[in-house]
């Protein structure tokens, strides 16, 4: 299994608070991308990375941001919490990018989030 | 934009084989299946890439129909650890993202 750690795994927070979900990555994988899945929506890009310092919007980006510093971490942050931001994050790694043989994508655990 | 995939649901009883189609309005580079099982996290089975290919190991393959812009799972004899939602992510224009279908239910009985 590819290494690939998220925390924290569950998390409840109150609508209006900061909240920072972390993946954090062993395998010196160059993309990295946080996921929300909801029931009927299956998984939704929020935010991609493909390199330190390198990232990009995906389809439902707003009221989330990102940051990578280092090629192991990569940080989702919810500027202040929405209850329509309750769902499972998952975070996921690829060597390469999806076009390509090596584009297979590797899932953490997933943190499942309440917000109140 | 979302691929739409069918069937939504589908049960079987074990040895039984099941096919999981993922349709796209768009052009597709290339189409990524994935199992997830309840509380687990999505687990990838395999990656068909431009060019018509079909793949497989054991006894699940795929294939892949450019001109169609869809791709088909194939599961034969299932097993009962067949069981679980499968997802195809789909790249439709050679960057960074995949866009998933909603999933189908596959429900596996003895």
């Known amino acids: 299994d590819a290494g690939i750690t998220q925390s924290p795994r569950h998390k409840v927070t109150e609508t209006g608070t900061p909240v920072t979900l972390r993946c954090h990555q062993t395998?010196?994988?160059?993309?990295m991308y946080w996921y929300r899945q909801d029931p009927g929506h299956g998984l939704r890009l929020i935010h991609y990375?493909?390199?330190?310092?390198?990232?990009d919007k995906g389809e439902v980006s707003d009221g989330y941001s990102v940051s990578r510093s280092k090629t192991e971490d990569f940080l989702l942050t919810l500027e202040s919490a929405t209850s329509s931001q309750t769902s499972v994050y998952f975070c996921?790694?690829?060597?390469?990018?999806?076009?390509?043989?090596?584009?297979?994508?590797?899932f953490g655990p997933g943190t499942r989030l309440t917000v109140l | 934009q979302q691929p739409v995939q069918s069937p939504q649901a589908v049960i079987l009883r074990e040895g039984e084989d099941a096919v999981i189609n993922c349709s796209s309005s768009?052009?597709?580079?290339?189409v990524h299946w994935y199992r997830q099982k309840h509380g687990e996290a999505p687990v990838f089975l395999m990656i068909?890439?431009?060019g018509g290919e079909q793949k497989g190991h054991d006894k699940i393959s795929a294939s892949f129909n450019e001109k169609k812009q869809q791709s088909s799972l194939y599961l034969t004899a299932s097993q009962l650890s067949y069981s679980g939602t499968y997802f195809c992510?789909?790249?439709?224009?050679?960057?960074?993202?995949?866009?998933w279908g909603a999933g189908t239910k596959l429900i596996i009985k003895p």
């Open positions: 992510g789909t790249d439709m224009d050679s960057n960074y993202q995949l866009i």
């Open positions: 990375s493909y390199g330190v310092k390198d990232t």
């Open positions: 395998e010196n994988h160059r993309y």
């Open positions: 996921a790694i690829s060597f390469l990018r999806p076009g390509l043989a090596g584009g297979e994508q590797f």
């Open positions: 768009k052009a597709l580079y290339s």
């Open positions: 068909l890439l431009k």
